[in-house]
């Protein structure tokens, strides 16, 4: 498995500084400026692949923000019959009035999004995708289905078939084939992005793409990795299972859709030779992905999170809790009551040596103040707390920005090294689920619950 970054100036700064990259760079479309191909163009020159993205992500942002209002309403009621029931409502426990609502938005959501995606120029989206000279092309897809699933249009509300999706499908195959078929492609390998909500839908997903001769897929994963919802059980094929208890529903979904897609390309007797997820960067997902998927299809995954965490949360991710989170807070909290931080990637380990890191003197400045509590405002005020420990404070500006391009660096680094770990070989498989079973003897939490139902998933005949 591999983790790719995504080409944008955070990430230019934050690897420049090293003479360490990244495996792969992502590009969208959308952020295709001069300088941006100019930078792609340095990126080929190593001999870095890239991928060139579609861009689609700004319009299912919009469709999404176009109908949060009567999604919004239609959630509460199928909350209410939830609390109701005591249990996610589906079949016949949805009201024909409720799932003709839901059926009814679901179908204004797609008609907005065909609409949308026609106003695409295809021939133009191409040639900027072809200026980065790319290795990996993303094709145009038919994006409904992700806008579906932010807006929590479940197919057990809606009461909508696998044929329902079969028709986006085949419609994101005609425009991967257009573009798969155009001699200015030849020799990129061009990827089509597949969409499911659950197991079903994903397996005939694949048995289509599969058929249509696709051998480099993809996912759009932002979409379910965000979703907070919570479900109880799920279904594949004609049997459903449910859940002991209530876990977060993005665990599970990834896991049927994974799993439906490499199951559908496999009845087909065709495995894709490649898999990109694209918006995955949570490193909990990582083994449910490499457990999921075959063995024998390489896999790829991308995210922006590494990038979100460190400027917009400043957050850290620990390179020896499986890239758990952790606020810069939070880790001066640790050191001044006894703790430290793992300087493990090149970018950390560089920045000590440069600005120092004394975790003792830290302690006696912590201690002289009268050991208050560690707030974002006091790691902005300049004194002998932040002065030792200077890769998380706030309190010197250019020494702010500089450790800024670590926290980026290091996030990449972490999620990286997470990815390498479940190499595409042959024993991918049990070794991810070796990791998942480590993770799931740590203390119960939400994120082992869904791990666990994701494991479930995975092994369900």
Known sequence: MRFV???????????????????????????????????????????????????????????????TEPAKQLRTQVKQLRKALGHVPRGTDVPSALRDRASRLAQAVLDHTLETSETIDAEALLTTQLSMMPTDLIAQEDFATACLIALDLERE????????????????????????????????????????????????????????????????????????????????????IRLAQPVPRRYVRLAQIIRGFAAGFAKAGRLPESFHCLGLGAPYLFPVTAAALAEATRATTDATSPIHAAVRDHVLYDPVKDGDRASTKEIVDRIVKGGDWPFLSP??????????????????????????????????????????????????????????????????????????????????????????DRLLS??????????????????SD
């Open 157 to 240: 509300t809606t009461g909508w078939r696998v044929s329902r999706f079969d028709t986006r499908n085949r419609r994101t195959l005609r425009l991967w084939k257009r573009v798969a078929n155009d001699t200015r492609c030849k020799g990129i390998r061009v990827h089509a992005v597949l969409s499911a909500m659950d197991y079903n839908t994903a397996r005939s997903a694949g048995r289509l793409a599969a058929r249509a001769g696709v051998r480099h897929a993809a996912v759009g994963i932002a979409g379910i990795t965000r979703d907070p919802s919570a479900t109880d059980f799920f279904v594949m094929e004609t049997k459903s």
């Open 5 to 67: 970054a995504n080409l944008r100036n955070e990430t230019i700064d934050a690897f420049a500084k090293e003479s360490i990259q990244p495996h792969a760079y992502l590009l969208s479309s959308h952020r295709a400026t001069p300088a941006a191909l100019k930078a792609a163009e340095r990126i080929r020159t190593l001999g870095l692949p890239l991928f060139a993205d579609n861009g689609t992500k700004p319009m299912i942002e919009a469709t999404i923000d176009h109908f």
């Open 347 to 436: 970018f950390t380990r560089a920045f000590r040596k440069k600005f120092g890191h004394d975790p003792r003197a830290a302690r006696n400045a912590w201690a002289a103040l009268g050991k208050p509590a560690i707030t974002r405002q006091l790691l902005k005020v300049a004194s002998p707390l932040t002065t030792s420990l200077p890769l998380f404070a706030d309190a010197d500006e250019e020494v702010r920005k500089i450790a800024a391009r670590a926290w980026i660096a290091h996030n990449h680094w972490v999620l990286g090294e997470i990815a390498d770990s479940l190499p595409d070989e042959q024993g991918r498989r049990d070794l991810a689920l070796s990791v998942i």
């Open 442 to 459: 740590n203390p119960p939490t939400m994120t082992t619950r869904g791990l666990a139902a994701a494991r479930e998933v995975i092994l």
